[in-house]
């Protein structure tokens, strides 16, 4: 089974700043992916940044990119120049490389961003 | 397209009393997910369905919970009898089949509060 942790419950940035969020996992898989959702107070679920495990370069999105470290089971997102918009929940999540399977999801980071 | 689509988007209910959730997949979707998510336990999987077939239910909290998905453009959860540990969001995501990545495409969700 996929486990997916996310250490820091709650973080706040000043606006225009960099932040990192942290996550890590687990699994025996070789083939997945590695996602971070944002969720908002409307709480619409978003997708933000998506990295394939095979693939060594990391992802990026905009202000948005991901330090990908696999061997270390390491998934962290960065967010740069941030935006009041920017305040939501943030999700870390696994899926298994193998057709329509289920996201595994960490426990969320609850990101403020303070003007 | 009109997204995922859930209804109800609030549901308030006594305990003991019959809840059913609604989520209508995006047209040529196979594959459809529902997750829960609360305070203690974050977004969890509950049931999913390739091509309306269940292929793993484990998620479901006990016999007081069934899914269904009688065709490709709708499925239902019912919860019988409700108890106020059963308040919590219930999101539905849908994906396309594809060789690969499979994006899911999650719906407004529904918030149950069982009184």
């Known amino acids: 089974a996929q486990t997916v942790t996310q250490s820091q419950p709650e973080m706040s940035v000043q606006e225009a700043e960099t932040v990192t969020l942290s996550c890590t996992y687990d699994?025996?898989?070789?083939?997945?992916?590695l996602f971070w959702y944002k969720q908002p107070p409307s709480r619409q679920m978003i997708l933000v940044i998506r990295?394939?495990?095979?693939?060594?370069q990391n992802a990026t999105e905009n202000r948005f990119s991901v330090n990908f470290q696999k061997a270390a089971k390491s998934f962290s997102l960065k967010i740069s120049d941030s935006q009041l918009g920017d305040t939501a929940m943030y999700f870390c999540?696994?899926?298994?490389?193998?057709?329509?399977?289920?996201?595994?999801f960490g426990k969320g980071t609850r990101l403020s961003v303070i003007a | 397209d009109a997204g995922v689509i859930q209804s109800p988007r609030h549901e308030v209910t006594e305990m003991g009393q019959e809840v059913t959730l609604r989520c209508k997949p995006i047209?040529?979707?196979?594959?459809l997910f529902w997750y829960r998510q609360t305070m203690m336990r974050g977004l969890e999987l509950l049931i999913y369905?390739?091509?309306?077939?269940?292929?793993?239910d484990s998620g479901m909290p006990e016999d007081r919970f069934s899914a269904k998905m009688p065709n490709a453009s709708f499925s239902t959860l019912k919860i019988q009898p409700s108890e106020p540990r059963d308040s919590a969001v219930y999101f539905c995501?849908?994906?396309?089949?594809?060789?690969?990545?499979?994006?899911?495409?999650f719906g407004p969700g529904t918030r149950l509060t069982v009184l």
């Open positions: 999540a696994f899926m298994k490389r193998s057709g329509n399977t289920p996201l595994v």
């Open positions: 990295q394939e495990a095979y693939k060594q």
């Open positions: 369905f390739n091509n309306n077939v269940p292929i793993d």
């Open positions: 995501a849908s994906s396309f089949p594809a060789i690969g990545y499979n994006e899911q495409f």
């Open positions: 047209s040529g979707h196979n594959s």
């Open positions: 699994t025996s898989e070789n083939n997945y992916y």
